[in-house]
């Protein structure tokens, strides 16, 4: 009886969190940090007045998002050329002349436009502003072809000192040891796309954030990773980014 009543609590609390929509941070100088989650790899960050568009998709990945009700971005992240990931029509709603838009060099050979960014590339967007690119690739044999080793990014985005991880598309990579000060991680987890629910743990383990979001899910029951890191320091929150 007590066991069924704990996972029913929490299967309420963990219902509640992934209607949640949005997730506030505050910098090292009390800057207030927006997370809006949009849906599967899509997200609004605001911070200091910017904004922030990261995998903006309109109509390919259901519900359809209207990107002609949000302001226009100052910055848009584009990980890779995949539909769920990049979609032409939303970042041409969402761009104006002063649009800096950073993408990896397939999705630039497509748009021919943008800042083409490698694995290993960084980018001063201005003095509180950071925007390094991290590779993204897929490791299990038969899966490679998916996501390439050295073609897709992740970013990490350093606001005002805030460091936040964007995997992209990817598997519990070596490189990940390599990064260091992780704040918040979007993590995504959805094989044979992306990662395993003991990878994504694994990945948690090995990148010590304060704050994990597993997305791009689809139906992978991600809320086991509530339970899988609990004790570690390191805080899941579950919202709706199927």
């Known amino acids: 009886m007590f066991l069924s009543m704990l996972l029913a609590g929490l299967t309420a609390t963990l219902g509640c969190q992934a209607a ?24 609004r960050i605001q911070y200091d007045g910017l904004e ?46 002063a649009t800096s838009i950073y993408l990896n060099k397939a999705v630039f050979q497509m748009f021919k436009n943008g800042m083409p960014m490698a694995n290993g ?7 509180d502003i950071k925007i390094e690119a991290v590779p993204a690739y897929n490791t299990t044999p038969g899966r490679e072809q998916m996501h390439p080793k050295g073609r897709d990014n992740g970013y990490v985005l350093t606001l005002d000192g805030l460091r936040i991880y ?23 987890c959805n094989q044979p796309y992306t990662m395993t629910i003991d990878q994504l743990v694994s990945a948690a383990k090995v990148i010590k954030p304060k704050v994990v979001f597993p997305y791009h899910y ?6 086991q990773a509530v339970m899988r890191l609990a004790g570690t320091g390191i805080e899941v929150r579950i919202r709706d980014y199927k």
């Open 121 to 127: 590339d960084s980018i001063i967007y201005r003095n």
């Open 166 to 188: 964007i995997a992209g598309d990817t598997e519990d990579i070596p490189e990940m040891a390599n990064l260091k000060d992780i704040d918040i991680a979007f993590l995504p």
């Open 20 to 43: 949640q929509k949005v997730d506030e941070f505050t910098t090292k100088n009390s800057k207030k940090v927006t997370i809006t989650c949009i849906k599967h790899a899509s997200m």
């Open 218 to 223: 689809n139906n992978t029951p991600v809320t």
């Open 52 to 97: 922030i568009q990261v995998d903006p998709v309109g109509t390919f990945v259901t519900p359809a998002t209207d990107y002609a009700q949000y302001p226009k971005a100052n910055i848009i992240l584009i990980t890779h050329e995949h539909k769920d990931h990049w979609d032409l029509e939303a970042v041409q709603t969402l761009r104006n002349h």
